[in-house]
């Protein structure tokens, strides 16, 4: 059974439910999503899901197969009369020039392009799903637009994998990056600043700089150069790029007192074109390889912004490589090396997606059919050199080219793409960029994208949850904690300190007035990977009594540990060596 078909026939369930319960509430579309379905009402008020439910279940058996006729559009408008939504639809289908179909399953008929299961009754059992929640949604997804009641309903092959779905959401909630973000206290968002514009605090500063430093590291490694460029351009660049017709909607804009129009950017790509476009350059010049960690901005609307995953304001680890045809191979390999370098610290295993584009769609992507092949063929090439079987993501290109995504299972089995590689020969030929080869002669250049972990924030949302706070030391702010048992053991508590702060390590002294067992308890809350008590025993025999974050207990030299923590801290070891 087609599961996209399952879902989709449980929002027309849905719908029949509603209407059976709230005749005055207007439908308008439900989908189906990754995890389920929703429905979207018009004049439905605190529905109650658990009738709903009750209600969805008891017409099921009736819905023995589903059957479809086409209509003309007056005919359409005239079912669907009193509905605005409906004719809407409608009148948009029709100055398409497409057909118009309804669908009739049991009782309750709906416009729709169909996909569905063929006898809903025999081929969906009743346990499988369940509605969730409700949200408010606006008609189109656009603000001018009604607000909408949107039910949502969770739906899969079987009841044993909705139940190991809603076990994985409960886990989710854990390990929330929100609550844990303000529990580890490393960002936090202000009113005064605005929605989706985090503020990061000392400690998620340290993170962020630790991951960006790995990532230049190993740049550095491969041959690239820092660049900085400004936050504000000219329209007349992302018009140039392509980016003005794609992005406008997006971009936080600027007038200038003289009238001239500027905005904020949304991404860097264009800028670095003409960082590279400052001179002519030799085939003995290339590749060009430019780094840049830098701020991106994008109007998001309200209801969109979630916690980092969706944010105004996000820095992306950008690269851009400027180089000849034949060189892209190398470049893509040395990026791909970079990648396999830095997510196995983290304990991620990746799979990788070819996303190309829609050849039926061809209005959403700049440059013809025989540049797509191209460029899409060159990946393919790349792929069998790695001996690599990829995931095919047909539609999931960028505008510009087609790319290369890294896919990553968390902890708890939810699936994200982290980084990309995206080659692109459309903007180095909307931006003239070339070099000039061994005839003397101008050639075109290419231009690669490259992002290790893409929205610094996006990731740090990701890895939040991945190890639900729990950071490898070499990352965790704190790495270790010294605990003194009363004010008198405070003296050897800061000589242990001084000899982890010097050899690089970093920790700190818990000298609050609270008792032991607090102290320790705020330690495990703010899940520092080791702790040290200091007492009378521990200054007797001149040694540490040593307690992991994961429970284990050891006494031992503050200098053999000292050693043990250092090396764990140089291998950016993914687990605790104690």
Known sequence: MNIEHQR???AHLLAAAVRELYPDAKPTIGPAVDNGFYYDFDSLKNPDLSALEAKMKELLPSWTEFSHTETSADAAKDFFAGNQYKTELIEEISAKGEGLTLYTCGS???????????????DIPADSFKLSHTAGAYWRGSEKNAMLTRIYGLAFATKAELDAYELQQEEAKKRDHKKLGRELDLFVFSDLVGSGLPLWTPKGTIIRHLLDGFVWELRKNQGYEKVEIPHITKKDLYEKSGHWDKYKDDLFRITTREGHEFAMKPMNCPHHTQIFARKKWS???MPQRYANTTTCYRDEQSGELAGLSRVRAFAQDDAHVFCRMSQVKTEFLKIWDVINAFYPKFGFELRVRLSRHDPAQPEKYLGDAARWKMAE??????????????????G???FY??????????????EWQVATIQLDMNMPERFDLACTNEKGEEERIVMIHAAIMGSLERFMSILIEHVAGQFPTWLSPVQVT??????KHHEYAQGLADVLTNAGVRADIDISSDMIGKKIRAWKVEKIPYAIVVGDKEIEANNITLETRNGAKHETTIEAFAETVVKEIADRAPELSL
């Open 8 to 10: 989709h026939t449980l």
């Open 108 to 122: 309750f008929t709906d416009l729709c392009r169909g996909g569905h299961v063929d006898h809903p009754a025999q």
């Open 283 to 285: 085939y003995r010049d």
């Open 377 to 394: 063929d060159m990946l393919r090439e790349i792929l069998t050199e790695k001996g690599v079987e990829a995931i095919d993501g047909i």
């Open 396 to 398: 999931e290109a960028a």
């Open 401 to 414: 080219g087609p790319k290369l995504d890294f896919m990553a299972n968390d902890s708890i089995g939810r």
């Open 482 to 487: 010294i605990i003194p048992v009363s004010d």
